[in-house]
Nanobody, 125 residues
Framework: QVELVESGGGSVEAGGSLRLSCIVSGTGSRRSLAWFRQAEGKEREGVASIYLLSGRIDYADSVKGRFTISQDMAENTVYLQMNGLKPEDTATYYC???????????????????WGQGIQVTVSS
């Protein structure tokens, strides 16, 4: 079992920055951690992921150069630093964990079994 709790969301103007945090706990062996988002009326999409065994990081094309995923193993926390925010980044953001061994879960939501409750990010123009 893995528990994830997000924090750090809120409302900002376009061009602003936010940092999301996700505290990861539980006994499950997580292999990949990721951030997803879901805008109203749209499907959930992968934003950024990190494969813990190799450190491989993947980003959605829409956020490359603006968002950075990182982790603090000592704090059991994964972060999403979001810079240069745009109105189209408005969504509910979810932290997720995959326990698939020897599989790079990447940005595929179906490979993640554990999800946080979600946190709202609103970017105004």
């Amino acid at each position: 079992q893995v528990e994830l709790v997000e924090s750090g969301g809120g409302s900002v103007e376009a061009g602003g920055s936010l940092r999301l945090s996700c505290i990861v706990s539980g006994t499950g062996s997580r292999r990949s951690l990721a951030w997803f988002r879901q805008a109203e009326g749209k499907e959930r999409e992968g934003v950024a992921s990190i494969y813990l065994l190799s450190g491989r990081i993947d980003y959605a094309d829409s956020v490359k150069g603006r968002f950075t995923i990182s982790q603090d193993m000592a704090e059991n926390t994964v972060y999403l630093q979001m810079n240069g925010l745009k109105p189209e980044d408005t969504a509910t953001y979810y932290c997720a964990a995959s326990t698939l061994n020897m599989v790079v879960a990447g940005l595929a939501p179906g490979r993640y079994s554990y999800w946080g409750q979600g946190i709202q990010v609103t970017v105004s123009s």
